[in-house]
C-alpha cells in the first residue's frame, strides 16, 4: 500500500462552516485522499497518495469548490511571533477591509433611516437622495455577501449569504420599482404608516431596511472574522518563547551564534537567567532548571551532569555546558506546538442552525413568491398585474434575513460585551454550543487551584535543639538570602529583617551554605535520622508540601514547610462547577500526594485525580476521557496546558497565565479567581439559550406570515413592518444578557 503523504494548505474565501464542508466534501472524493478542513482555523489537513494527487491538483480542487488555496510550508506553519502566515495576511487584511465597509455603510444607512420613519424630515425629493444612498451600501457594503451568493450559486449551495442577497435585492429593487413606476417616486411623496394600502399603487420603499440590514450584518462578519483562527497567534507565540541564539562552545572558546546554527551534538554554555537555547543532556555543571513553562510546576528541578534538560526552560542558578541532543523541528518546544495545531484541527466545524435551515428555507421562499406571482396573475388575470407583483415582493420581503442575521451577532456582541466587563472573554458562537453539551472538567492544579507560588506553610523546631522556630527560620532566611531559588525566595519573604550570611555557597545536590552568627548553616535536603521531625516530616510531603531542612553545623535543628498553597476560592469554585452538572478532574505535574491534598481541599473525589503527567499526557487524559463518551472542559494557565485546553472541547484558560494557554483557549478568564470558570459557563450557556430563542421566534414569523403575505393579504409595509418588529423583538430580548450578574 502506498504511503500517504501529509499536507497543509490555507483555505480563504470561506464564510461560513458549509463552505468548509464543502471543500472537505470535494477533497474527500478524490481517489486516496483523507482530508480534513477547518473553517475556524481556515486549513486543510490532508493526507493524500501522491502516486494519483499532487499539492497542485489538490490546490485546484479548493478552487474548483470556488475558493482559493495554498500550500502552507514548514516556515510557515512553525512561524516566528514576528512574521505573520498567509492565512493571518488574508484574515488581517479581510477584518480591515470589513471594518471599513462596516464604518462606510452605518454612516450612509442612518440618515437614511431616520428619514424615512420620520415623515416631518421628508423634504422634496428624498426618496431621491435616499436612493442613491442606498445604492451605495446596496454595491459596496453589500458586496461580500453578494460576492459569497454568487460562488455558492454557482455550485448549487445556500447559505445566509444568499439569504442576505435575496432579502436586501427584494427590497431594493422593489424600492426602485415603485419610484420609477409607481407612485413612490413622486417629488412630494410622504410615507405614512398606514394599516391599509392599495396594493395596485407601489407607494412604499424600503431603502431603510437594505441599509441597516446590511450594516448590522457587515458588523457581526467583522467580530467573526477577528475571533477565528486563533490557534495561530498562539503557535506564534509558543514558537517565540524558545531562545533566539545560543552561547556555542568550540575548543574551549565560546562563540555567540543563531539558534537555527545549532546542530546534534553541538555544545553550548547556559548562564544563570538564561534559556537553554534547544533539548540535550548537561556536560558539565549543575543548576536548578525552571521548568514551569513544561510542566506548569513552580518548584525548579536540580540537574547535574548526564541530567537531560529542555529547550526554552531557564537556568536559575549555576552555569551549565550542554550537549545538543535535539534541535529544530524536534525539540520539545515544537513537538508541543505540534499538539496544538493536531488538536485544533481535530475540532469538527460546528454547523450552525441558520446554515442549515438556509439550505432548504431559500429555495422554498423563492418557490412560494414564484408561485404567489404566477397564482395571483392565473386567477386575477391582466388587471391582477401589480396586485401580484406586490405580493410576491412581500413573500419576499418577509422572508428577508433581518433578524435571522441578527439572532446571533447581537446576542453574541451584549453576551461577550457584558462577559468583557466580568473580565470573561468568550470567542465566538461554536463556543457557547460547547458550554451547554460538556458534563466533565479538567482542572490544571498549579496556577488554577492553587497560587501558583511557593509561601512557607510551617516551621518545625527540632526538640534537641534549643533554637525555636522562629529563630530556626531566621537562620535558613539568612542562608537562602544569596540564592534565586523560588524556595528561597519564600523562605526569605517569610521572615521578617533577614541578614544575609557571610561566605554564601551553594552546593550541588545538598542546597546552600552560609555563616550566620558565627554558626555554619545549611539549608537543603533532608539527610540522615529526623528524630523528633519525622512527623512534621512526612505530614509535609503527604499534604504535598516540600520540606527543607536547616542544619547548624550538620545537626539538623529544624525543617520548614515549603509548599504552593491552594486559592481561598478554589473550593467554592468547584462547587459551583458541580451545581451546573460538571464532574471535576485534577490533572497536574505535581506528584501524587500533592495532587490528592489539593483535591481533598477542594473536594474533588480521589478517583478523578491524575497525577504527574506531561503535556502530551495532559492531551493523552483528556482525549481518554473524550473517548469514554465525557464532552470535556479544560482549565489551565500554563504553556504546559496549551495543547489540552485545544484538545478539549472546551478550553478556558486564566488570564493570570501564559498568552500561549489563553490564545489556545475558547475562553478566557482575565482573573485568577477559579469562580469565574462557573460565570463564563453560566453566561455562555444564558447566552446559547438567548441565541436559540431568537433564531425560534425569527423563523417563526416567517411561518406565520409568509402564507399570509402569499394569499395576498399582507402588504410589503406591513412586511417590512413585520420584519422591523421581529429585529426590534431579537435585539430586546439579547440586551436581557446585560442583567447577568456573577456569582463571585
Known sequence: MTNLVHLDLGVSGMTCTSCSSRVERKLNKVDGVEATVNFATESASIEYDPSTSTPDSLIEVVRGAGYDAFAMTEEQEADSEETANPVD???????KDLLRRTIISAAISTPIMVVSMLPALQFTNWQ???????????????????????????????????????????????????????????????????????????????????????????????????????????????L??????????????????????????????????????????VNAGASAVDESMLTGESVPVEVKEGDHVTGATINSSGRLEVRATKVGADTTLAQMAKLVTEAQASKAPVQRLVDKIAQVFVPIVIAISVLTLIAHLIIGGAAATAPAFVAAVAVLIIACPCAMGLATPTAILVGTGRGAQLGLLIKGPEILESTKQVDT???????????????????????????DATQVLKLAAAVEAGSEHPIAKAIVHAASDVTPASDFVSVAGRGVEGTVEGQRIRV????????????????????????VAVYAADALIGIIDVRD???????????????????????????????QAVAQAVGIDPENVTAGVLPEEKVDVVKQLQSSGCNVAMVGDGVNDAAALAQADLGLAMGAGTDVAIEASDITLMNDDLRSAADAIRLSRRTLRIIKGNLFWAFAYNVILIPVAAIGLLNPLFAGIAMAFSSVFVVSNSLRLRTFQPTA
Open 89 to 95: 495576511e488574508a484574515r488581517a487584511q479581510e477584518a
Open 128 to 238: 431621491w437622495a435616499a436612493a442613491i444612498l442606498a445604492t451605495i451600501v446596496y454595491i459596496f457594503g453589500g458586496a461580500p455577501f453578494h460576492e459569497a451568493t454568487w460562488a455558492n450559486l454557482k455550485h448549487g449551495s445556500f447559505t445566509m449569504d444568499t439569504l442576505i442577497t435575496m432579502g436586501t435585492t427584494a427590497a431594493y429593487f422593489w424600492s426602485l420599482y415603485a419610484m420609477f413606476f409607481g407612485h413612490a417616486g413622486h417629488p412630494g411623496m410622504k410615507m405614512h404608516m398606514e394599516l391599509v394600502s392599495n396594493n395596485a399603487e407601489m407607494d412604499h420603499i424600503y431603502l431603510e431596511s437594505v441599509g441597516m440590514v446590511i450594516t448590522f450584518l457587515l458588523l457581526g462578519r467583522w467580530f467573526e472574522v477577528k475571533a477565528k483562527g486563533q490557534s495561530s497567534e498562539a503557535l506564534r507565540t509558543l
Open 240 to 281: 517565540g518563547m524558545g531562545a533566539k541564539d545560543a552561547t556555542l562552545l568550540v575548543d574551549g572558546a565560546e562563540k555567540r551564534v543563531p539558534i537555527k546554527d545549532l546542530k546534534v551534538g553541538d555544545v553550548f554554555v547556559v548562564r544563570p537567567g538564561e534559556k537553554i537555547a534547544t533539548d540535550g543532556v
Open 441 to 467: 472538567i479538567v482542572l490544571d492544579k498549579t496556577g488554577t487551584i492553587t497560587e501558583g507560588k511557593m509561601s512557607v506553610a510551617g516551621v518545625h523546631a527540632a526538640q534537641t535543639s534549643d533554637q
Open 524 to 547: 537543603g535536603r533532608v539527610e540522615g535520622e529526623l528524630g523528633s521531625l519525622s512527623e512534621a516530616f512526612r505530614a509535609a510531603e503527604a499534604e504535598g508540601g516540600t520540606p
Open 565 to 595: 498553597t491552594v486559592k481561598e476560592s478554589s473550593a467554592a469554585a468547584v462547587a459551583q462547577l458541580k451545581e451546573l452538572g460538571l464532574v471535576p478532574h485534577l490533572l497536574t505535574g505535581d506528584n501524587e500526594s500533592a495532587a
